[in-house]
């Protein structure tokens, strides 16, 4: 029965999942306000109501019903009635060049995520950190996952980046009293944004570049604490330099990572980081973890091959730091301790090592969880660890390992039912 | 001269309880090739039980109307809570480490982090945000060694350090237990074709080291009676460097590297502003180990993380 | 003629105090099958480790086609052109057989990390190119159906002609073979001793083999170097070593004394 139900969704294409998802969003900014009064709520379910139905337990049918009403129905008749004529549009775009295929998928998908996000603050403000948790997640999962080291560094590398770009954005365009006046107009800020970002990246390069070099002699929990000694270092570093101001933080970042900025860096960090791990100049790098002197026997240079992965890894790192810096438009040097490391490390191995796919999911679901649980307080920091130990012991290498995304065969048309996949 | 007298007795207490601590590391790590990530916490926990085993022992001598001298209602305090936490320990390793002991290591980590979060977590859910102090049992004495201070709780906290990592070294050396502890470490796969319970032994080298973990959360709670739930992370992390300095699963090691981190942070912190110890003190122990890969005492192979 | 494939001069190596390795001279002329026997611990393996770079020799020189390689890391005698297979199968646990032999490839790679990154068109035809030539190996090896298997799966035969087709993807000069039919039943000995005279035929392949079978080296080597206590007790034809007391008495006398 539920087998009946799910076939005639096997042949929608990627498309046809964005059709019916955006034609739901929508449907929530011209209806959902109006439909949650009329279910008794204050106002509408923000984060699929997790955190109106754990507050108050009675709303939990009517929550359920808004949900039912505003996403599943329509997004199921959407995709079940659109799926011939999206299996058509994705038929015509495949013949394109990859890259446009992509962008029009892409430019759905953001379509999408922008209707969700712009009925709240709140949500805009969760769907970015959410978008960095992705980029953290990834760049780790090539240090941790890819290359099989534990590295613990991964917050220093944030900080870095943060606090990199934090500097040039507030010293070059805001009028802070830490660094005198503004010296450029906030109109070119826009534009040097970026640069800024990739400058964060950089220096945390750099830094990845005290792990990198020592990983050449050592591994594992040598180089485990290695990592986790510079993090310390960073961390106490940023609190003693005044010009950062210390422990206090840094704040007063200009807000600029908007949701598009946050989104296209995030398609650039998933995209780099899935082309490497699928080259073969990137498969050297599960070479050298499953077996380093093979791989050195095989031609591989294992020293550029552990530089690149420290280096690239810590690149991205950097970037969703300085990010992070803007959303939050504070830091301080708090932000990057042990408790985030956990946090990252969580994500990884919650969503799956080696592979692209985990890093999103584990990404995605803890960050959802850990606002849908809000309402419990102190409890979520129970359930949460509880569920990833839950995963540990059933799949120790996390939910969707050794997956990368293959592009073409996601945006492919689904016209044979029988294909499958 | 004085100065630096001064700031030796005080490295000696701070290494006395990273000593302790890194102790429970190295004897898991000995035999399991995995850190206990939640040891940390048990040290954290050990704090909190012996607080209220204190507060239990002084209420119970109070209703039955028995004097008992202070400095034994400390020892029994100790014992006790060094006898409950190792249940803790035990129950870590059967909840958090045996489902797992075929897995990749790195899961083992990430459950050890896991289960340490849920450590603090109830600790925060049982007994709120209030802070807990420990009762102080014995009245501070300072004597004055030619400009020195040394207060009687030093001298004690570094004593029974050192006793009970002579005693767990005897254990090893002396005892069957011990010695199929070093069996194990020895060559895991033999061990149970030797008829030793395998998971017993396990079970015991988790027990011992929250024991002493434990011994040194109440140590700590003598010189420093204010324990918060997230006492135990920074101090695990910092005893988890300890161990692995001392080589992975050396006795000698694990204690002497405590010391040597604690009379590292301690003159660091005397010579430079207090600020900068951590900065200081890791940019060392990066130094030591980019020259010095495998700690001074550990043996130079080179793990590798199974995936 | 031309310079010998590869020529090994005077070659030393200690471990601690002991000398594993002392004195040993090789030379191998292109198109040649060498065989290198002796008793366990002899010192064959660690002639190999010598000549691939991972021990650095105490004394003596390598030369591969007249250019010295002792002292160079290990990519780069193997990007030079000396490859081998190792005697307990060193695989990459979570790669394909495909991946196995495209990573073979590696020195050959020029799109470069930009490449890698950003995914260019010219990385695109180059492991395009890179995938035709592995798909071409594997076939070759007759393991084409398992290209994207994961290793770990495979039956012990099948990893050692992966390993194979891997160590032939570098393009060597020369082919470093460690014990190859170590652990195999009879059938899969017949069909490794194939593949190996298909190598050393189709290819060309210059052959150097560490083996314990004297079935397989009497069949395929044309002359043979017995080692002993890390030193060339013997060298000639197959049947001369057979015959040489020396040999016999170094393979028979250990037995003996253990």
Same mark, same amino acid.
């Given at each position: 029965?539920?087998?009946?139900?799910?076939?005639?969704?096997?042949?929608?294409?990627?498309?046809?999942?964005?059709?019916?998802?955006?034609?739901?969003?929508?449907?929530?900014?011209?209806?959902?306000?109006?439909?949650?009064?009329?279910?008794?709520?204050?106002?509408?379910?923000?984060?699929?109501?997790?955190?109106?139905?754990?507050?108050?337990?009675?709303?939990?049918?009517?929550?359920?019903?808004?949900?039912?009403?505003?996403?599943?129905?329509?997004?199921?008749?959407?995709?079940?009635?659109?799926?011939? $004529?999206?299996?058509? @549009?994705?038929?015509?775009?495949?013949?394109?060049?990859?890259?446009?295929?992509?962008?029009?998928?892409? !430019?759905?998908?953001?379509?999408?995520?922008?209707?969700?996000?712009?009925?709240?603050?709140?949500?805009?403000?969760?769907?970015?950190?959410?978008?960095?948790?992705?980029?953290?997640?990834?760049?780790?999962?090539?240090?941790?996952?890819?290359?099989?080291?534990?590295?613990?560094?991964?917050?220093?590398?944030?900080?870095?980046?943060?606090?990199?770009?934090?500097?040039?954005?507030?010293?070059?365009?805001?009028?802070?009293?830490?660094?005198?006046?503004?010296?450029?107009?906030?109109?070119?800020?826009?534009?040097?944004?970026?640069?800024?970002?990739?400058?964060?990246?950089?220096?945390?390069?750099?830094?990845?570049?005290?792990?990198?070099?020592?990983?050449?002699?050592?591994?594992?929990?040598?180089?485990?604490?290695?990592?986790?000694?510079?993090?310390?270092?960073?961390?106490?570093?940023?609190?003693?330099l005044e010009f950062v101001r210390g422990p206090r933080g840094l704040s007063g970042q200009p807000d600029w990572a908007d949701l598009p900025t946050v989104f296209l860096w995030t398609v650039l960090c998933v995209w780099s980081v899935n082309n490497f791990v699928r080259s073969t100049i990137g498969k050297a790098l599960n070479a050298v973890r499953d077996n380093e002197m093979a791989a050195d026997a095989m031609t591989?240079?294992?020293?550029?091959?552990?530089? /690149?992965?420290?280096?690239?890894?810590?690149?991205?790192? #950097?970037?969703?730091?300085?990010?992070?810096?803007?959303?939050?438009?504070?830091?301080?040097?708090?932000?990057?301790?042990?408790?985030?490391?956990?946090?990252?490390?969580?994500?990884?191995?919650?969503?799956?090592?080696?592979?692209?796919?985990?890093?999103?999911?584990?990404?995605?679901? +803890?960050?959802?969880?850990?606002?849908?649980?809000?309402?419990?307080?102190?409890?979520?920091?129970?359930?949460?660890?509880?569920?990833?130990?839950?995963?540990?012991?059933?799949?120790?290498?996390?939910?969707?390992?050794?997956?990368?995304?293959?592009?073409?065969?996601?945006?492919?048309?689904?016209?044979?039912?029988?294909?499958?996949? | 001269?004085?100065?630096?007298?001064?700031?030796?007795?005080?490295?000696?207490?701070?290494?006395?309880?990273?000593?302790?601590?890194?102790?429970?590391?190295?004897?898991?790590?000995?035999?399991?090739?995995?850190?206990?990530?939640?040891?940390?916490?048990?040290?954290?926990?050990?704090?909190?039980?012996?607080?209220?085993?204190?507060?239990?022992?002084?209420?119970?001598?109070?209703? #039955?109307?028995?004097?008992?001298?202070?400095w034994l209602i400390l020892v029994l305090t100790i014992l006790f809570s060094m006898f409950l936490t190792s249940f803790v320990g035990m129950i870590v390793e059967r909840v958090g480490y045996r489902p797992l002991r075929n897995a990749p290591r790195a899961s083992a980590a990430i459950t050890g982090l896991m289960i340490g979060i849920i450590l603090e977590t109830g600790n925060l859910a049982l007994l709120g945000a209030?802070?807990?102090?420990?009762?102080?049992? @014995?009245?501070?004495?300072?004597?004055?060694?030619?400009?020195?201070?040394?207060?009687?709780?030093?001298?004690?906290?570094?004593?029974?350090?050192?006793?009970?990592?002579?005693?767990?070294?005897?254990?090893?050396?002396?005892?069957?237990?011990?010695?199929?502890?070093?069996?194990? /470490?020895?060559?895991?796969?033999?061990?149970?074709?030797?008829?030793?319970?395998?998971? *017993?032994?396990?079970?015991l080298t988790f027990a011992l080291g929250s024991a002493l973990a434990a011994a040194a959360g109440i140590l700590f709670g003598v010189a420093y009676p204010v324990l918060d739930p997230y006492m135990g992370i920074l101090f695990g992390w910092k005893a988890f460097v300890a161990a692995i300095l001392g080589g992975r699963g050396s006795i000698m090691g694990a204690t002497l590297a405590g010391f040597l981190l604690g009379?590292?942070?301690?003159?660091?912190?005397?010579?430079?502003?207090?600020?900068? *110890?951590?900065?200081?003190?890791?940019? @060392?122990?990066?130094?030591?180990?980019?020259?010095? $890969?495998? #700690?001074?005492? %550990?043996?130079?192979?080179?793990?590798?993380?199974?995936? | 003629? &031309?310079?010998?494939?590869?020529?090994?001069?005077?070659?030393?190596?200690?471990?601690?105090?002991?000398?594993?390795?002392?004195?040993?001279?090789?030379?191998?002329?292109?198109?040649?099958?060498?065989?290198?026997?002796?008793?366990?611990?002899?010192?064959?393996?660690?002639?190999?480790?010598?000549?691939?770079? +991972?021990?650095?020799?105490?004394?003596?020189?390598?030369?591969?086609? %007249?250019?010295?390689?002792?002292?160079?890391?290990?990519?780069?005698?193997?990007?030079?052109?000396?490859?081998?297979?190792?005697?307990?199968?060193?695989?990459?646990?979570?790669? &394909?057989?495909?991946?196995?032999?495209?990573?073979?490839?590696?020195?050959?790679?020029?799109?470069?990390?930009?490449?890698?990154?950003?995914?260019?068109?010219?990385?695109?035809?180059?492991?395009?190119?890179?995938?035709?030539?592995?798909?071409?190996?594997?076939?070759?090896?007759?393991?084409?159906?398992?290209?994207?298997?994961?290793?770990?799966?495979?039956?012990?035969?099948?990893?050692?002609?992966?390993? +194979?087709?891997?160590?032939? /993807?570098?393009?060597?000069?020369?082919?470093?073979?460690?014990?190859?039919? !170590?652990?195999?039943? $009879?059938?899969?000995?017949?069909?490794?001793?194939?593949?190996?005279?298909?190598?050393?035929?189709?290819?060309?392949?210059?052959?150097?083999?560490?083996?314990?079978?004297?079935?397989?080296?009497?069949?395929?080597?044309?002359?043979?170097?017995?080692?002993?206590?890390?030193?060339?007790?013997?060298? %000639?034809?197959?049947?001369?070593?057979?015959?040489?007391?020396?040999?016999?008495?170094?393979?028979?006398?250990?037995?003996?004394?253990?």
């Open positions: 029965m539920a087998g009946n139900l799910w076939k005639p969704y096997s042949r929608v294409p990627l498309l046809g999942w964005f059709f019916g998802a955006l034609v739901a969003v929508t449907l929530e900014r011209l209806a959902g306000a109006p439909l949650a009064q009329f279910l008794g709520l204050q106002k509408i379910p923000v984060l699929f109501g997790f955190s109106d139905m754990l507050k108050t337990p009675v709303s939990i049918p009517n929550v359920l019903l808004y949900l039912l009403a505003v996403y599943v129905v329509p997004a199921a008749a959407v995709t079940r009635l659109g799926a011939s $004529p999206a299996n058509g @549009i994705a038929a015509a775009l495949y013949r394109f060049p990859m890259a446009v295929t992509a962008a029009v998928h892409l !430019a759905l998908l953001y379509a999408v995520l922008h209707v969700w996000a712009g009925a709240s603050d709140y949500r805009v403000l969760v769907l970015r950190l959410t978008l960095i948790a992705v980029m953290l997640t990834l760049s780790l999962n090539v240090i941790n996952g890819y290359m099989g080291e534990f590295s613990c560094s991964h917050p220093g590398f944030m900080a870095l980046g943060a606090y990199c770009a934090s500097v040039l954005t507030i010293g070059l365009f805001v009028d802070a009293e830490l660094f005198g006046a503004a010296s450029l107009s906030p109109a070119l800020g826009r534009f040097l944004f970026p640069v800024a970002l990739v400058l964060g990246g950089l220096l945390a390069s750099f830094g990845g570049l005290f792990v990198a070099i020592p990983s050449f002699r050592t591994r594992g929990d040598y180089l485990a604490i290695i990592s986790l000694a510079f993090l310390f270092i960073v961390k106490s570093l940023i609190e003693n591989v240079d294992t020293r550029k091959t552990k530089i /690149a992965a420290f280096l690239f890894g810590a690149f991205w790192a #950097g970037v969703a730091g300085g990010l992070f810096a803007h959303v939050m438009r504070y830091v301080n040097p708090g932000n990057f301790g042990i408790q985030n490391l956990a946090e990252v490390l969580a994500m990884v191995y919650f969503g799956g090592l080696n592979s692209v796919y985990g890093s999103i999911v584990g990404a995605v679901s +803890i960050s959802l969880l850990g606002e849908a649980l809000r309402p419990l307080e102190i409890f979520k920091w129970i359930i949460i660890p509880l569920l990833l130990i839950l995963v540990m012991i059933f799949r120790p290498t996390g939910l969707i390992a050794f997956r990368d995304l293959d592009v073409a065969s996601l945006l492919k048309p689904k016209a044979n039912p029988g294909e499958g996949g | 001269m004085a100065v630096f007298l001064q700031n030796l007795v005080n490295a000696l207490q701070w290494g006395s309880f990273y000593a302790l601590i890194a102790l429970g590391y190295s004897m898991v790590y000995s035999i399991l090739m995995l850190f206990n990530f939640a040891h940390g916490d048990i040290f954290m926990v050990g704090s909190y039980i012996g607080v209220g085993v204190s507060m239990a022992l002084i209420a119970l001598s109070a209703w #039955g109307n028995v004097v008992l001298p202070n209030r802070r807990v102090s420990f009762p102080s049992l @014995i009245a501070t004495a300072t004597y004055d060694l030619g400009g020195v201070f040394v207060t009687n709780k030093k001298i004690m906290i570094v004593l029974v350090s050192l006793l009970l990592a002579l005693a767990l070294h005897q254990f090893v050396r002396r005892t069957k237990w011990g010695m199929a502890i070093r069996a194990m /470490a020895f060559d895991f796969s033999v061990v149970p074709l030797m008829g030793v319970p395998l998971n *017993r032994m396990i079970a009379f590292t942070e301690i003159f660091v912190a005397m010579i430079f502003p207090s600020t900068l *110890r951590d900065l200081i003190a890791y940019s @060392i122990i990066l130094l030591i180990l980019t020259v010095r $890969p495998h #700690g001074f005492f %550990g043996e130079p192979y080179s793990a590798r993380l199974r995936l | 003629m &031309t310079l010998p494939v590869l020529q090994v001069r005077n070659l030393s190596h200690d471990f601690g105090g002991l000398r594993a390795v002392r004195g040993y001279n090789l030379e191998i002329g292109s198109g040649q099958i060498r065989g290198l026997i002796g008793p366990n611990g002899a010192g064959k393996t660690t002639i190999f480790n010598l000549i691939t770079g +991972i021990y650095k020799p105490s004394e003596g020189e390598i030369f591969l086609g %007249g250019k010295k390689i002792d002292g160079l890391p290990p990519h780069r005698i193997a990007s030079l052109g000396v490859s081998r297979t190792f005697q307990n199968l060193l695989l990459w646990r979570h790669m &394909t057989v495909l991946e196995h032999v495209k990573m073979a490839r590696y020195s050959k790679i020029r799109y470069g990390w930009l490449g890698a990154f950003f995914g260019t068109s010219a990385r695109h035809r180059e492991e395009a190119g890179i995938e035709e030539t592995a798909l071409h190996l594997l076939d070759r090896m007759g393991i084409r159906h398992l290209a994207d298997q994961v290793v770990l799966n495979l039956p012990y035969g099948a990893q050692r002609r992966v390993e +194979i087709a891997r160590a032939l /993807a570098t393009e060597p000069g020369i082919l470093l073979l460690d014990e190859p039919t !170590a652990g195999m039943n $009879p059938e899969e000995l017949a069909q490794i001793m194939e593949i190996i005279r298909r190598v050393h035929g189709e290819f060309g392949m210059s052959i150097l083999l560490i083996e314990h079978r004297m079935k397989v080296v009497m069949e395929l080597c044309e002359t043979v170097q017995t080692l002993d206590f890390g030193a060339v007790i013997a060298e %000639g034809t197959p049947g001369e070593i057979q015959n040489n007391p020396r040999v016999i008495d170094a393979y028979l006398g250990r037995e003996r004394a253990e």
